[in-house]
């Protein structure tokens, strides 16, 4: 008997609990993104669409980390969820936004790395006279060169010998 003709079996369409959450949620999202949106819109600061949209976003992946746990039965009961999410998520944002200062941390050029540095007027900072420190190299010994200029700075001579 040949069975090249024969028809294939037809899939199982017995869906994994798995796959009935996603399909779900994917309605859920269809049904009320556009709302949520909306909402985060209104709730972000000077209007600027794209970080409402990343809000959202946020939003709906922490409602798709939660959905099992959500007890909604209604419309009304899911998009009050949802929007409790979303009001959250921009509260967190601008929270975490307030919390975040920028401070800079470069004190002029690089060679003034290892330098103490003083006061100066204008409140800027300068070196002060003691020189700099070297670092250690390697094996805890200093470069004896920079240690002879440094010597020769301390003892009020030219740094690089005549």
Sequence with gaps: MDNRHLPMPAATTAMTPAQQLNERF???YAQFQPRIVNLVQREVRGGNTHLAEDLTADAFYRAWLDFHKCQATT?????????????????????????????????????????????????????TATGFRTAAIGNGDSDPDMDEALRRVRAGRPAVAA
Excluded at 88 to 98: C, E, G, L, S
Aim: proline share 5%.
């Design 26 to 28: 994917a309605t859920i």
């Design 75 to 127: 419309d009304a009961q899911l998009y009050g969820w949802l929007a409790t999410l979303a009001r959250r998520t921009v509260i967190a944002h601008y929270r975490a936004k307030r919390n975040t200062a920028e401070v800079p941390a470069d004190t002029g050029h690089w060679q003034y790395s290892n330098r103490e540095m003083c006061t100066g007027p204008g409140g800027t900072y300068t070196p």
